[in-house]
């Protein structure tokens, strides 16, 4: 029963595939032959489409990925969610982005009426019976692997098979929602794919698992697997639930048992990190930011901000260019001998010397370790540079301050204002032109999106007049150094 229901899914996937190849043989002899108007008129591309769709049965299309396609599942708790709210509100947009919200239990209190600017809830399964079959090791982390079966479930309901990535976060976890369409865009989403990213500090996978999508950064699942996933879950987590108490780990496990592995993506954080996270988002990957996470657990974002609006202030840069919002752009101002780097719509910094990009790219590790241990460093997946108060390495701070946009010239203006004063004394080379006496820097950016580029954007320091130093960005010349 079941090999000729899978042959007869073969033999019918087999015809449409000669359908679409004699299709398009035709087509492109009509768009050869005749006059595109002529074609248009007798054959209307858009018919020819929907004959294919009449004989493929296929819910899967060619069309771009849109945010229409993913489906999200955050996983949180009542007790969390009073608060944590807040930064899922700062990313989630009513009545365009799809999926739920999967509680401990049912929402009380200041909860009701429920918010129309979160994701619709739902009460996650209640799995006290499979809990005590698997023999659980940790029944949290049972109820977040198992939530990716009750969203497919919960999103697959109406069947029109609009879902092609299926992404998992925390209750504290801020995406990038536009970024994420487009990283996962460049993926097959009729294939198997877990997208995800490690931690950035080095223990944490030691701890828990390398080669692991860690639940706070997203992960992400093509639909495909996601489905797999589901269908297998019970099973999976008779496997594997007694031997590991993170989701995280657990997702791994049966991921890897249907024979997939992660694809790593930088652009998702963790943030496994404390204390002031500002080097780290100031040298940013040139990747998409797609995620941040554990906002709680570090410093607010901007300085003399508290956290939820730091987080908007960010929202706001992200909300007018999302592509370039943390891309760090880096130019020199030859004459007084600066090195001025953007992480655009959050900081700026200014050096008193010139320094190739490929310095100014480390993050200052202006943060610490997400716990500590009596390892030696390095402790983080990736190069720093350490906070120090030599004048020739310490740049000048400056935080996103406004943002305006200018229609008729299609550009952006974001300005940057100082922090505080550097309180350090001159580097050798900067002389009288040191840039103390700077209170702002203003970056001009075009308004037009910028992804899938290989490489970073350049930029130039166009204007220097009293407090103000502006900064034009530009794309790059074929051979141009930034050093
Ligand atoms: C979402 O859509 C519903 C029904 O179309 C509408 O009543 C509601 O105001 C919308 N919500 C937002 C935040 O736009
Ligand atoms: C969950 O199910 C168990 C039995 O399987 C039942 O005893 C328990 O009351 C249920 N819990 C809730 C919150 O409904
Ligand atoms: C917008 O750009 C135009 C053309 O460059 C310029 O003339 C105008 O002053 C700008 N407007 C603002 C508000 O910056
Ligand atoms: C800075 O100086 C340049 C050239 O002198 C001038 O064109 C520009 O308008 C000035 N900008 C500001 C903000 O004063």
Redesign the pocket.
């Known amino acids: 029963m079941a090999s000729s229901f899978s042959c007869g899914k073969f033999a019918a996937a087999n015809l449409c595939k000669l359908l679409l190849i004699s299709g398009l043989a035709i087509y492109l002899i009509l768009t050869i032959s005749l006059p595109n108007q002529l074609i248009y008129q007798k054959f209307p591309v858009s018919e020819l489409f929907s004959f294919f769709r009449m004989h493929t049965q296929s819910p899967q299309s060619t069309s771009p990925t849109n945010l229409g396609h993913l489906a999200f599942g955050i996983l949180g708790s009542e007790g969390g969610w009073h608060f944590r709210r807040n930064y899922v509100e700062s990313w989630w947009r009513p009545n365009t982005t799809r999926g739920f919200v999967y509680l401990d239990a049912a929402p009380t209190g200041d909860l009701l009426p429920w918010s129309a600017r979160s994701p619709a809830f739902r009460v996650s399964d209640n799995l006290t019976k499979l809990l005590e079959e698997v023999k659980a090791a940790e029944p949290m982390a049972v109820r977040i692997v198992h939530g990716i079966k009750e969203l497919v479930r919960d999103v697959g309901e109406d069947g029109d098979g609009s879902v092609r990535w299926v992404v998992i976060g925390d209750d504290d976890s801020i995406f990038f929602v536009d970024n994420l369409v487009d990283v996962v865009a460049q993926y097959d989403h009729t294939k198997h794919y877990y997208i995800g990213a490690p931690s950035e500090f080095y223990m944490s996978n030691v701890w828990f698992s390398f080669n692991q999508g860690f639940g706070g950064a997203g992960i992400v699942l093509s639909y495909p697997l996601a489905k797999a996933l589901a269908n297998d879950m019970d099973n999976c987590l008779r496997r594997h639930a007694p031997y590991f108490i993170t989701a995280d780990i657990i997702i791994k496990a049966c991921v890897g048992d249907i024979g997939v592995e992660l694809s790593p993506e930088n652009g998702l954080h963790q943030i496994d990190l404390r204390g002031d996270i500002s080097g780290f988002l100031s040298s940013h990957t040139k990747s998409p930011l797609m995620s941040l996470h554990h906002l709680d657990n570090v410093e607010s974002l901007f300085p003399k901000m508290e956290r939820v609006e730091a987080l908007r202030q960010l929202m706001k840069a992200a909300a007018a260019d999302e592509s370039r919002t943390l891309q760090q752009t880096v130019c020199h101002e030859r004459q007084k001998q600066w090195t001025i780097s953007v992480s655009w719509g959050y900081s700026a910094h200014v050096y008193e010397r010139v320094m190739p990009r490929s310095h100014v790219r480390n993050p200052i590790e202006s943060f610490s370790e997400w716990i500590h241990s009596t390892r030696p460093p390095p402790f983080y997946m990736f190069n720093t540079r350490m906070p120090t108060a030599d004048p020739c390495e310490a740049p000048h701070l400056f935080f996103l301050d406004s943002i305006t946009i200018n229609h008729s010239s299609h550009g952006i203006l974001t300005t940057y204002a100082r922090a505080a004063p550097r309180l350090l004394d001159p580097c050798l080379w900067c002389a009288a032109h040191c840039p103390d006496f700077l209170t702002h820097i203003?970056v001009f950016s075009p308004a037009t999106k910028r992804i899938g580029k290989d490489r970073c954007e350049c930029c130039d320091v166009?204007?220097?007049?009293?407090t103000?130093a502006?900064v034009k960005f530009r794309e790059c010349g074929t051979s141009e150094i930034i050093a």
């Open positions: 203003r166009i204007a220097v007049n009293g103000t502006d």
